[in-house]
């Protein structure tokens, strides 16, 4: 006999120039996409390659397959400035196999890595966003497997317009379920604030561990 087709959720990505790409382990889904708020059906716009979204905004998916005999879920994502003019810097010694640049890559494969055993002070991530823009929040992408080392637990986050002068938005947030539920994290700043640069310093590691990383930061604009 023949199986069913398998409608599986879509895996989204964009890279650091704003394209958006998606993919998804059932090869004959078909793909419709809103930007409007709007949920999508089959006369929305269909997803045939990558697009450009490098201004962010709310992105909507939903999968269609058995020739649109059977629908997905929708799935949303919302995504802010793309990372196209950014740099990002590791306040300890030079890491040269998980570079703080892996954080801001578009790639959650990938991620930054660092340790404090030895350090006198907790390893931050400083991201440059290349001009002042405003903020209503950021998203922290831990790691993809579970109980990965490095995830964060609790932080820090600092923003700055001149990166020389701080303020503290959120002295000890914390990821609540990160360690059973490794999924982005976003958080929501209590107003919208105006900054070029934002530093994100580890308070405690899912495991205690001295080290932190991330696959990837976003903001929320």
């Given at each position: 006999y023949?199986?069913p087709?398998?409608?599986?959720?879509?895996e989204?990505?964009?890279?650091?120039a704003?394209?958006?790409?998606?993919?998804?382990a059932?090869?004959?889904?078909?793909?419709?996409y809103?930007l409007?708020?709007?949920?999508?059906?089959?006369d929305?716009?269909?997803y045939?390659?990558?697009?450009?979204?490098?201004?962010?905004?709310?992105?909507k998916i939903?999968?269609?397959?058995?020739?649109?005999?059977?629908?997905?879920?929708v799935v949303?994502?919302?995504?802010?400035?793309?990372a196209?003019?950014w740099t990002?810097r590791?306040?300890?010694?030079?890491?040269?196999?998980?570079?703080?640049?892996?954080?801001?890559d578009?790639?959650?494969?990938?991620?930054?890595?660092?340790?404090w055993?030895?350090?006198?002070e907790?390893?931050?991530?400083?991201?440059?966003?290349?001009?002042?823009?405003?903020?209503k929040?950021?998203?922290?992408?831990?790691?993809?497997r579970?109980?990965?080392?490095?995830?964060?637990?609790?932080?820090?986050?600092?923003?700055?317009?001149?990166?020389?002068?701080?303020?503290?938005?959120i002295?000890?947030?914390?990821?609540?379920?990160?360690?059973?539920?490794p999924?982005?994290?976003?958080?929501?700043f209590?107003?919208?604030?105006?900054?070029?640069?934002?530093r994100?310093?580890?308070?405690?590691?899912?495991?205690?561990?001295?080290?932190?990383?991330?696959?990837?930061?976003?903001?929320?604009?």
């Open positions: 023949q199986a087709e398998i409608l599986a959720e879509p989204i990505r964009r890279d650091k704003g394209n958006v790409s998606i993919t998804s059932s090869p004959d889904t078909i793909f419709h809103t409007d708020g709007s949920d999508p059906d089959r929305s716009v269909r045939d390659k990558p697009f450009l979204l490098e201004n962010g905004g709310t992105l939903r999968g269609f397959i058995d020739n649109y005999g059977q629908a997905g879920d949303t994502r919302r995504f802010g400035i793309s196209q003019k990002a590791d306040s300890s010694p030079e890491n040269k196999n998980y570079p703080a640049d892996r954080a801001i578009g790639d959650p494969d990938t991620f930054w890595l660092s340790r055993e030895d350090a006198e907790t390893p931050s991530i400083t991201i440059d966003l290349g001009e002042s823009v405003s903020l929040g950021f998203t922290y992408i831990p790691r993809s579970p109980g990965d080392s490095g995830t964060v637990l609790s932080y820090k986050l600092q923003l700055s317009t001149s990166g020389k002068k701080w303020t503290t938005v002295k000890n947030g914390t990821f609540d379920n990160i360690r059973n539920n999924v982005p994290q976003e958080v929501q209590n107003r919208t604030r105006k900054a070029r640069f934002l994100f310093t580890p308070i405690e590691e899912i495991g205690g561990r001295k080290m932190v990383s991330a696959a990837e930061f976003e903001v929320i604009n």
